[in-house]
């Protein structure tokens, strides 16, 4: 079992973008077991490569149903927009409204190599989507149209706004993910 050390907004993996995987072989199959295993331990919902400094094209996803893991993901498809809060392991305490595609479809290969094709929907729909984005250096205050801090509950700008007064860590109840979470849910990815 190994929990891997989980990467901070400003560390510069988390802004390139990731490498397509050649080959599921034994060395990913690990990454992907490290990465469900530090993603639960750290009470998260998803995790993307990037987040524990590896640049290559790795997810791995429990929105409450179970754990998925893809290589390569690619949105295939998507329908409907909806809006919701969303936070993220690299960027402890903040949270924002994102909005999303409602449903998607989204392809990419299994831990054991094997093509598959899921179909998603709400909350499991956002989550792919906020770590397809990891993989090409996307983080979700670029995209949110408000960002605060968990803390203190205050709105300090627009997404992405430069200096950011993110705070130090906050202790906070993590999310279950043992059922569909309602809006505004505080989920991590
Ligand atoms: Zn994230």
Redesign the pocket.
Known sequence: MAILNIRREGDPVLRQVARPVPKVTRRIKKLIKDMGETMYHANGI?L?AP?VGVGERVIVVDAGDGLYALVNPRLEKEEGREVDVEG???LPGVLGYVERAARVVVSGLDEDGRPRRLEAEGLLARVFQ??ID?LDGV??TDKATMVWKEADEKIHGEAGAPGSPYGPDQEEQGCVSSSWEPPGSRC??
């Open positions: 998803g993307a987040q993220c392991l690299s906020h770590e990891h983080l979700f991590r990815a």
